[in-house]
């Protein structure tokens, strides 16, 4: 870039001195010298150069992108043979509304279009973040979709979907908002929206309305991420502050996708002895909590580790940052450490840092350059893309085994999956010590395995 903007400056001298210079009359450009077959060679070669330059600059990912994009698809096809890398048919997603009492609920429904519209499907209720609608975890809604099942999403409460336009987002009181979204009241009163929702879409589908009729509800798991992680573990039995449980009366899932569990107090492994299972829980040790309100990552950890054995497993992806779990199309692309500490010292690119004038730029009427932002970690973001290749393929696994009693989703997850994963993930049985588990993945700078 820097020598793109260099050739810039050197057309723009060359035009202001050959054709453009000042004369008596500013209207009046001053005529040209005919070229001679020298300056016109030159001057094709320097318009050549530049333009190669640009295309090299906007015309696609470099070689080395390319190849770590080849080595992601390879890796997911070599992974569980019932997840559907590259679907056949695609996903269609509905945008739904419900109207109860005086409320509206907004809902999408994910399905694979191949599959027959009237055919019951095996459900996944998934339960987004904190500040996320309905529209959200399109990764994982993708995938599960693609491999057979229904993905209904709703956020219920509409606070927890507004929450980052809300005045103490607005003041900057993060670690107060999420102690807000997060208090077990709010829990109570989002469990309780969700049980009356679906309690109302079951009686649509036993009315026999679309879609909701293509809904099989005996073969259905609830899957969450961050706040929506916190409503499924509850629901999967976790206790509150003062011992009491919460149930829906309108499903009794058959299987919980945990992702992000937002474990926020020193964990008791009590707690955790009479969950209700199968649970897969899904975290690793780049899983900050960026509220405040996990004091360590390896708190996420704990539930599995106290849980009795064959009651779940706890998938670790170390390379996975907390919001790429999110499951956007676009997670956060990691920094390069010494960015991410430049910008903690108050260099860089900050805004209003090392001891300058807040809002008061340069003197002179001069404007300030915006900074050139810092280059992204190519390489942990590849690790990243492979470790939520592995999270993906392992859920769908998981889901195949509990909701479609498959044999070949059981012996893959206990014979193959480590194998499969390597380096970039470990599926450990509940009830297994943290000293069993693999040091945390760290970037290397040396060739990945093909």
């Known amino acids: 870039m820097m020598l793109l903007r260099s050739v810039h400056r050197v057309f723009h001298r060359r035009s202001m001195m050959r054709g453009f210079a000042p004369t008596d009359s500013p209207s009046m450009p001053r005529p040209r010298a ?11 070669v320097a318009a050549l150069s530049a333009t190669l330059l640009i295309a090299a600059c906007g015309g696609g990912p470099p070689k080395a992108r390319v190849e770590e994009q080849q080595q992601q698809r390879d890796f997911a096809n070599r992974g569980y043979v019932g997840a559907v890398v590259a679907p056949t048919g695609p996903v269609s997603v509905q945008g739904l509304s419900v109207r109860l009492r005086n409320d509206v609920y907004r809902l999408s429904l994910s399905a694979s279009s191949g599959d027959a519209t009237d055919t019951p499907r095996p459900m996944v209720l998934y339960l987004p973040g ?22 209904l999403t709703v956020q219920v409460l509409d606070d927890d979907a507004n929450a980052w336009g809300s005045e103490l987002a607005r003041a900057a009181e993060f670690h107060q908002l999420g102690r807000q979204h997060f208090a077990e009241s709010e829990l109570r009163r989002r469990v309780a929206r969700l049980d009356t929702l679906l309690l109302e ?32 573990l509850a ?7 003062d011992g009491s449980v919460l149930h829906l009366q309108s499903i009794t899932p058959r299987a919980t996708v945990v992702i992000s569990p937002q474990v926020m107090r020193e964990p008791q492994p009590a707690d955790y002895q009479a969950i209700r299972g199968p649970v897969l829980g899904i975290t690793g040790d780049h899983d900050e909590d960026l509220l405040g309100l996990v004091s360590q990552t390896r708190w996420r950890r704990a539930p599995w580790e106290a849980m009795p054995a064959g009651r779940g497993w706890l998938l670790r992806v170390d390379a996975v940052r907390h919001t790429a779990f999110s499951g956007t199309e676009a997670p956060a692309t990691p920094e390069k450490p010494d960015a991410a500490s430049r910008r903690a010292e108050g260099g860089g690119g900050g805004g209003g840092g090392g001891g300058r004038r807040r809002g008061g730029g340069m003197p002179g009427g001069m404007t300030r350059m915006a900074p050139v932002p810092d280059m992204p970690d190519y390489r942990a973001l590849h690790e990243q893309q492979l470790g939520l290749v592995a999270a993906r393929q392992v859920s769908v696994a998981f889901l195949d085994q509990q909701l479609k009693s498959s044999t070949a989703a059981s012996d893959w997850l206990a014979t193959q999956a480590n194998g499969w994963m390597g380096r970039w993930g470990r599926l450990i049985p509940s009830g297994s010590a943290a000293s069993a588990m693999p040091p945390p993945v760290r970037p290397t700078t040396t060739p990945l395995p093909r």
């Open 201 to 232: 879409l079951r009686r649509l589908g036993q009315a026999a309305e679309r879609p909701w009729r293509s809904l099989d509800w005996s073969r259905l798991a609830v899957a969450g991420f961050d706040l929506g992680a916190q409503t499924a």
């Open 34 to 44: 005919a070229p001679t077959p020298q300056r016109s060679v030159a001057g094709l």
């Open 130 to 151: 904190l500040g996320e609608s309905d529209s959200a975890g399109h990764a994982w809604r993708q995938a599960w979709a693609a491999s057979g099942y229904a993905v």
């Open 235 to 241: 629901l999967a039995g976790e206790p509150l502050s």
